[in-house]
Each structure stands twice: as C-alpha cells, then as structure tokens.
C-alpha cells in the first residue's frame, strides 16, 4: 500500500504540526480530522495567528461579551480568550500525546512580546500561562533573545515544558541548547521528573532566504543570483548537524540516560514566500529523524497533494550547505548581520501583531459592554 506524503513524511521521522489555530477550527472538528486526514500531532500558535483568529471575529463573540461581563481589560481577555483555545487543542491531542509518550500532541502558546527583553517577566508569565492551561501536552513559547536565554532555563528548571522560537543563527542555536541542558541540571536538583520536560528549538528557515536573497539581488552578479533560495536549507541542516553534536556531547548523554528528552529541531516559517520556488521546498528539504516542522495550512495541504520524501535530505548535506554559506559570506553578505536583524523584525512583527488584537479586543469588550 501507498504511503501519504504525509504518512511517508511521518514515517521518516518528521512529527507534522499546524501552525495555525483558532476556535473555530476546534470547534467545527476540522483540527481533530486533520489528525486523521493529514497527519498532523501538534499546533503551534504566535501573536499574529491569534490576531488574525480573534479578529476574524468567529466563535469568540460569547466568550468577549463574558469577559466584558466581569469588567476584564483588553490583556486579561486575550489570555482568557488565547488559553482556552490551547487548553481545547490539548485536549483535542490527548490521544497523540499520550501514545507517543509526551514527545508530540503538543501545543504551543507565546508569552507577551513585550516580554522578550525581560527575562523575569518572561519566566512569570511563563508559569501563569502553564498553569491556565492546565494541560501537561502544552508548551510555552519564549523567544531565544539573549534575554530569554536566561527565560529558558528558569522555565524548564520549573519543570515547564518549552517551544524556543526565533531562532536564527546557528551561535544563538548552540546557546539555546546550553540554556535547555541548564535547565535540565537545574530541575534535576529540584527533583522534578525529567522524563516529563519536552522542549523543541524553533529554527525558522524561510525568512533566511527573504533576507539574503533581496541582498543577493541587490549585488546584480550572476554569480549572486546562483546562490538564491538556499540559504534557509542549508543553515537548518547545520542547525541540525549542531543537534547531533550537542546531544552527543557526555554532558547531555548523562541528562538522557537520567530520562530527559532531547530537545528536538523543529522548522519553522516553512510557508515558500518567493512565488519562484517549490510550495513544498521547505519540506522535503528538510526531512531526517526527531524533526518537527510546523507548517502553515497552504503548505500542509500542498505537501499532502504533491509533497515527496526522498529519505533523509539533511544529514548527507553538511559539507555542501557549509559551502554555500561561506560562498554567500565571500560576497560581502554578512551572516551575522543578517540574523540579527531578523531577530529584530521577528519581534516587531509580533509586536505589532499584538497591538492590533490588543485594538480589536478592546473594541470588542467596548461593543459587548454596550450592548
């Protein structure tokens, strides 16, 4: 019988998540059948995914008017609002979660962006959310600014488990994996159940290939545009070549052998956004064992109608994505710099996306409380 691209995709060690959510979703059933139907075992939100949700307007009239009913502000309603839906997912994903022994039916909810450069506020709003919840197959998702860094292995010394997003650069990967093991010591100390701590690192890759590809652009050399639309693959590879290195190491052998969990690579911003590349590039590219990708609906459905897996496409590759990486370098395309300012865009973004639920929702409880 004829695998799926989607069941082949699972097959070779690639755990599918949506990265999408929203109540309606829950309620119409169409999360629960995408379980089924395309083999999805976790959900990742963000700000922007709650905007455009809660915007949207469906399924939350009741819930804004309760909570406009008990005299709520606009940020007490968005956790209210946000939490219940992660709490309904959980539960949608009881099954995955428990039959694959914690590792996925996980899904995933961000702290305040405001919190980015507060490492404090992070870690506290990291435990209020874990606890409103209430589901052990949640995950709380912190962004991997050196600020939470320190957010990350407060949290996971807490016994949270947690999603680290934002990552871009290969050095901020190593030390986000330094401040996961951290963690780990640190909740062995305080006696909490290792086995219990799940963690994935979120790599985003097609945002790599925006940026450099509008630099190598700008050079207007043919030796230039020859290097676009690689870059995001091959910096995931070497994220994941940094995954087997780091987990190798006898520093994380003993916290494995204690029954901790390896904190899995998962590809993130995996949505083509140049029109001249494959829909599933990002995908098929970046297929090896204890993967996550989180993709959003239109590269879901595009990999289930003509997605293929080719077997490993990650762990062969080193050599070459190490080339062109330093090739793209040579022509005075700064990797550095370049991470860095997608960091910086990444949070403006969800900045921005916050402000505006943070708008919508006001206006909201404004029209339910005058009602």
Not at 58 to 80: F, M, N, P
Not at 108 to 132: F, H, K, M, N, Y
Not at 136 to 148: H, R
Request: charged fraction near 25%; charge should be negative; aromatic fraction near 6%.
């Amino acid at each position: 019988m004829t695998l799926s691209p989607t069941a082949a995709l699972s097959r070779a060690g690639v755990s599918i998540w949506l990265d999408d959510l929203s109540r309606k979703r829950i309620e119409s059933g169409e999360l629960r059948e995408l379980i089924g139907s395309h083999d999805v075992v976790g959900v990742t939100t963000n700000p922007t995914i709650f905007a455009a949700a809660i915007g949207g307007g469906v399924g939350y009239g009741d819930r804004i008017a309760s909570c406009a009913g008990r005299g709520l502000d606009a940020a007490q309603t968005i956790i209210e609002l946000t939490t219940a839906d992660v709490a309904d997912a959980c539960d949608v994903f009881a099954e995955v979660f428990e039959q694959s022994g914690g590792r996925d039916g996980r899904v995933s909810i961000e702290v305040e962006p405001g919190l980015a450069r507060d490492a404090a506020g992070t870690v506290a709003q990291a435990r209020e959310l874990w606890q409103r919840v209430g589901r052990p197959n949640a995950m709380i998702k912190i962004p991997a600014t050196v600020e939470g860094l320190e957010a990350i292995t407060e949290t996971i010394a807490a016994g949270i488990s947690v999603n680290v997003t934002l990552i871009f650069s290969l050095e901020r990967y190593r030390q986000v994996i330094n401040a996961y093991l951290t963690g780990l010591e640190r909740a062995r100390q305080a006696g909490h159940d290792l086995s219990a701590i799940h963690s994935v690192a979120s790599f985003f890759v097609s945002r790599v290939d925006t940026e450099i590809d509008g630099r190598l652009t700008a050079l207007g050399t043919e030796e230039a545009a020859s290097l676009k639309g690689q870059a995001g693959v091959a910096n995931a590879r070497l994220a994941y070549e940094v995954f087997e290195q780091s987990f190798a190491s006898e520093r994380a052998r003993l916290l494995l052998e204690l029954g901790a969990n390896a904190q899995r690579p998962l590809w993130a911003s995996t949505g083509v956004k140049d029109p001249s590349l494959p829909d599933t590039l990002y995908v098929s590219e970046l297929v090896a064992a204890d993967v996550v990708n989180t993709m959003p609906e239109a590269t879901l459905r595009a990999f289930a109608d003509h997605g293929e897996v080719r077997g490993d496409t990650i762990t062969s590759e080193y050599l070459e994505a190490n080339q062109l990486l330093n090739a793209i370098d040579a022509l005075g395309v700064d990797y550095v710099k370049v991470t860095g300012q997608l960091e910086a865009e990444g949070l403006q973004k969800f900045d921005a996306s916050w402000a505006e639920l943070c708008a919508t929702v006001e206006r909201e409880l404004e029209r339910a409380a005058s009602a």
